[in-house]
């Protein structure tokens, strides 16, 4: 049984208040620390002190990461299904041949 819960999160300073399902709370966590990391990178890097600049290029990397992610999940998955077409099909000849 899932049961939702409130937890509070500082992302760039600023606190949140979320509700997230028990079991996602770590991954919520880990993901602010994430987002807080890539803020403070670019923030050091780029010398940026527009907090919208930040936010844009940490949103902007993090969805390219996911989409790339996504992208050779994709291709995986085809080849797989290719592979997996091929092995039926020689089974299917063997069985007929038995």
């Known amino acids: 049984m899932q049961t939702k819960q409130n937890i509070k999160v500082i992302i ?5 208040h979320l509700t997230v399902e028990r079991e996602e709370e770590e991954l919520v966590r ?6 807080n990391k890539t803020i403070k990178e670019y923030a050091e890097s780029f010398n940026y ?7 844009a ?9 996911s ?4 992208n050779e999940k994709s291709f995986k998955d085809e080849k797989m299904e290719k592979k997996l077409s091929q092995i039926d099909q ?6 007929d041949q038995g």
């Open 12 to 16: 760039a300073g600023r606190p949140y």
């Open 30 to 35: 880990k993901a602010v620390e994430m987002v």
């Open 49 to 55: 002190k527009d907090q919208q600049d930040l936010f």
């Open 57 to 65: 290029m940490t949103a902007l990397q993090h969805v390219a990461n």
């Open 67 to 70: 989409m790339r992610l996504e």
């Open 90 to 95: 020689m089974l299917s000849k063997h069985l």
